[in-house]
């Protein structure tokens, strides 16, 4: 599936790999479970326990990217990149 196939489905976990700092300061998307990236190693079996897609994305789509690649060599089968919060928040916004 594409990561919009996945959005318009509905069915996915959305984690937010910014710092907190960020997301005050920036806003964020409703119902998504941040994950800054530095954390995400530690926390990778909470990540890939999930049974749903899991979308990940930060401020411009670089550390989601990398969370991604990490993700996937640990077993992560069906991850997609969603880039950058503002960009995914409007997309979801339309659906």
Known sequence: MSLKEVLE???????????PMELMMDG??????NI???QVADRKDEILNLEKPVI???RSG????????????????NGYNGGGWSE???I????
């Open 9 to 19: 489905a509905g069915n996915y976990e959305l984690i937010d790999v910014r710092e």
């Open 28 to 33: 964020e998307i409703e119902g998504a479970k």
């Open 36 to 38: 800054p990236l530095g």
């Open 56 to 58: 990940l994305f930060c």
């Open 62 to 77: 670089n550390r989601s990217g990398k969370a991604l690649e990490y993700l996937e060599s640990e077993g992560l089968k």
């Open 88 to 90: 995914l928040k409007n």
């Open 92 to 95: 979801l916004e339309q659906l």
